[in-house]
């Protein structure tokens, strides 16, 4: 073998090598390793742990998120009628195309923002719950519950359906949807995580979401009166029809106190349709996927079990965990300081992941499809503030 090697030019001339090394067998980690294997490390005792630089960048993305949430908390101090969750939207669609921070932002800080538009977000859902009583619920009477239940679905399936009719790309239809008929921008990043969306669209979806919201609070207030509606009319109205509750709180505090708590209960028993909402979108999503894989005759017991094992649960955990809170607030065990600091936790996750949805929005895109994306808001809002109103007059 020697003897037929040094007839040949080769590279190993040069670059000779021992002979134990020549009559070694290959090394099993230069062979690929087959489909579904873990990553692992050098020394092969596990995963591959995540490489400073990405971990950096998660927590610069991270950094940058709660630097905005500083900023639209001291905004919000300054002007308290401007939800703090509104200014972190806006913030962070600033960041996304002011020069220089928007090279950190679609760069180095993406992993961290998109982690906070997906992570804290489903943290600050859970403690939404905390929000919400069975016995407010109850104490709304079966004619508001009936009338929240009707406004909730006639914006869902009415916008869903336009959305579509519209050609509107991805799952912005559903999301957008979503938004205007539960929780605004909350319900757009519940219903996101478990329709696996992307993320473009859900940062076109709640853009439009919290501007129409903005707009309320400055549009609803001048209605009142010319409408024929009392302060407690005004503020179930104002919760039935504004997207988040922040932007409900701040349209019907115009009217007194008595309107806010009508406006604040109403706008909750919205919130807790977003527990079956999420769970019907998940069920639609493995239905869908048991389809393509039943389809599939031609793919192996290996990659059935694999597609089985990438559906998404029933009920995602953020959920059930929501669903927890609002148990546990209706037992009343919780004292009322625990309830105040779990909401500003919440608000404050909120607002980070607002503010990293907000930084993915991309205005040279969204002005393309800018037509039929306004044109959706705009019927979906009279939608909701059509069918809320007849509501709120029939139950009065």
Do not use: N
């Not at 990553?39 to 990405?54: H, V």
């Not at 040279?364 to 044109?375: H, I, M, N, S």
């Amino acid at each position: 073998m020697s003897r037929q090697r040094s007839a040949h030019p080769t590279p190993l001339r040069v670059h000779p090598r021992p002979a134990s090394a020549l009559l070694a067998p290959p090394r099993a980690a230069a062979l690929p390793p087959p489909p579904g294997t873990p990553a692992r490390s050098d020394t092969g005792r596990g995963e591959r742990p995540l490489p400073r630089r990405a971990r950096s960048d998660k927590l610069g993305g991270l950094a940058l998120a709660a630097g905005g949430v500083a900023v639209a908390w001291t905004a919000h101090r300054l002007l308290p009628a401007v939800p703090m969750l509104t200014i972190a939207v806006v913030l962070g669609v600033v960041a996304a195309h002011v020069r220089g921070v928007r090279a950190l932002v679609r760069g180095r800080c993406r992993p961290g923002l998109s982690y906070a538009g997906k992570r804290l977000m489903r943290l600050g859902i859970v403690l939404l719950g905390l929000k919400l009583s069975l016995d407010d619920v109850l104490g709304l009477g079966w004619a508001t519950v009936g009338m929240v239940f009707a406004v909730v679905g006639a914006t869902f399936f009415g916008t869903l359906w336009l959305g579509r009719k519209l050609g509107l790309r991805g799952d912005q239809p559903l999301l957008i949807a979503t938004g205007y008929s539960i929780c605004g921008a909350s319900a757009i990043g519940a219903v996101s995580e478990a329709s696996d969306s992307d993320e473009r669209d859900v940062a076109t979806s709640v853009a439009l979401v919290t501007l129409c919201g903005t707009l309320a609070i400055a549009v609803l207030p001048l209605l009142q009166h010319p409408l024929g509606l009392s302060d407690a009319e005004f503020g179930r109205w104002a919760g039935a029809s504004v997207h988040d509750v922040g932007q409900v709180v701040a349209t019907a505090q115009t009217a007194g106190s008595a309107a806010l708590g009508d406006a604040v209960l109403v706008k909750l028993m919205r919130v807790a349709m977003l527990a079956p909402l999420v769970g019907a979108v998940a069920l639609s999503v493995q239905a869908r996927a048991r389809s393509r894989t039943s389809a599939a005759t031609d793919s192996t017991t290996t990659t059935t079990t694999q597609s089985a094992s990438r559906r998404p649960p029933l009920v995602p955990l953020f959920v059930a965990g929501f669903l927890a809170m609002v148990a546990l607030r209706s037992t009343g065990v919780l004292p009322g300081a625990a309830i105040d600091v779990a909401g500003r936790v919440q608000e404050l996750l909120l607002a980070a992941a607002l503010f990293g949805l907000g930084s993915a929005v991309h205005l040279p895109t969204l002005a393309r499809t800018g037509g039929r994306v306004a044109a959706l808001g705009l019927c979906s809002w009279v939608v909701i503030g059509g069918v809320s109103y007849v509501g709120v007059l029939l139950t009065a």
